[in-house]
C-alpha cells in the first residue's frame, strides 16, 4: 500500500490481477525485472509496475526501463499502479504501449466487484481499456466501467 513496503504493494497488485478467472500473475520485482508478469487467456502477457510511495504521486515514470521489461518478458503492454501521477509523469509515457492508473481507482473497481457479487469476471473489458488508452491515464474509463457495472446491477 501507499507509503508502505514497495514488495508488499506488488504481492497487492499481483493478488488483483490473480482475481480474474482468466489472468494467472507472479510477483517477480528485482533489478531488471517487472514487478508483476500476468498471462491472459493462456497466451496475453502483460506487466505491472507498482509505485509505492509515501509522498503522494509518481513525479516520472522510466519509459525505457518499462519498455526494456515488456521486451524481455515479450509483453503487450504494462501498468504503471500507483498513488497518482504528476502531469510529468503522464507526458512521460506518451507513445508507449505504457498506461497509469492509480491504486484507489482500481480499489474501487475491486470494491464495486465484490459488492455486486459476481462470481466469475473476466479481465478482457480491462484488456480493452488498455489497448485503447497506450500512453494515457485508464483511471477514467475504468471509472466508466464501474458506472457501467452498478447501473446493469440496479436494472
Not at 22 to 38: I, K, P, Q, W
Not at 67 to 80: G, L, M, P, Q
Not at 84 to 112: N, W, Y
Request: net charge negative; proline share 2%.
Amino acid at each position: 500500500t501507499v507509503g508502505g513496503n514497495g514488495a508488499d504493494f506488488e504481492y497487492t497488485i499481483t493478488d488483483f490481477f490473480n482475481l480474474f478467472n482468466d489472468v494467472s500473475a507472479t510477483r517477480l520485482g528485482g533489478a531488471g525485472n517487472t514487478d508483476v508478469l500476468s498471462t491472459f487467456k493462456e497466451t496475453i502477457i502483460f506487466n505491472a509496475d507498482g509505485k509505492s510511495m509515501s509522498g503522494g504521486i509518481t513525479a516520472s515514470i522510466h519509459p525505457q526501463r518499462l519498455n526494456r521489461h515488456i521486451a524481455k518478458h515479450n509483453a503487450e503492454y504494462c501498468w504503471v499502479v500507483g498513488p497518482g501521477f504528476s502531469p510529468g509523469a503522464l507526458q512521460d509515457i506518451e507513445g508507449h504501449k505504457i498506461v497509469t492508473v492509480r491504486a484507489d481507482t482500481l480499489a474501487m473497481f475491486l470494491r464495486t466487484w465484490l459488492s455486486l457479487g459476481i462470481d466469475d469476471l473476466s479481465y478482457s473489458r480491462l484488456h480493452d481499456i488498455v489497448n485503447s488508452n497506450f500512453g494515457r491515464s485508464v483511471d477514467y474509463s475504468i471509472r466508466d466501467l464501474i458506472k457501467e457495472m452498478s447501473s446493469k446491477s440496479v436494472a
